[in-house]
């Protein structure tokens, strides 16, 4: 991903916010010359076992995924192969009357971390299910009402055999924050603002992280 140096994360930590918050991922890796490149639409949350700290362009950071053993790329998908994970944070379309200038341009604030990893696939139902379970957990925790998975164990364990999952290791990452950081501060401060009033949830979450910005 080209990233201009405005708009590069203020640290590390922005981009693991963004996954961990934005955990639905476009996952590509390359396809044969047939095909083209593969890409799934699916949820990856950090490995539950991995410990210390995430470095700052999260090499050795673990994820895990799953998808329907039905998709082609699942076949396509090899241990030792390279993907690249996409994840979208909040963005909105900014207006040149925000401006308040002649000329001007419209654009599109956005927020995006691409990340890079080895894949590993899982061969065994228990590791796929420990991958499910996981992601359940980590899933009710964050967005859902901690709903109790126990007595549907043995409904998944029905569907896990349909289910492909896998370990991607991060080797790199880099993180695309634009939030009008080119503008004069002034302007900066009249996109947040416009985007603060607006009614869609996207256009409010990219305000706050404007507001957050360093500077």
């Known amino acids: 991903m080209f990233v201009p140096g405005h708009y590069r994360e203020p640290d590390g930590s922005w981009m693991i916010d963004l996954i961990r918050s934005n955990p639905l991922a476009l996952m590509t890796i390359n396809g044969d010359s047939d095909r083209g490149p593969f890409a799934t639409h699916l949820p990856v949350i950090p490995d539950p076992e991995m410990t210390g700290e995430w470095s700052a362009d999260l090499s050795d ?3 895990l995924g799953h998808m329907n053993r039905a998709n082609p790329q699942w076949t396509a998908l090899e241990t030792g192969g ?3 994970l996409v994840f979208t944070g909040p963005h909105g379309y900014v207006s040149p009357t925000v401006y308040e200038t002649t ?3 419209p654009t599109w604030n956005f927020t995006s971390v691409h990340v890079h990893g080895v894949i590993e696939k899982f061969d065994s139902i228990e590791e796929t299910l420990g991958v499910v379970q996981s992601t359940v957990a980590a899933f009710e925790g964050a ?3 901690d709903w109790d998975m126990t007595d549907s164990i043995g409904y998944f364990r029905k569907i896990v055999p349909a289910v492909g ?4 290791r991060v080797t790199g990452a880099e993180g695309m924050f634009k939030l009008s950081q080119e503008q ?3 302007v900066r401060d009249r996109v947040r603002r416009s985007f603060s009033e607006r009614e869609q949830g996207h256009y409010r979450e990219t305000a706050e992280l404007m507001r ?3 500077g």
């Open 184 to 186: 004069p501060a002034e």
């Open 82 to 84: 390279v993907a690249l």
């Open 143 to 145: 967005f859902g009402a």
């Open 61 to 63: 950071a673990v994820l």
């Open 103 to 105: 000329p001007a341009a």
């Open 165 to 168: 999952a896998f370990r991607v």
């Open 212 to 214: 957050r910005l360093p």
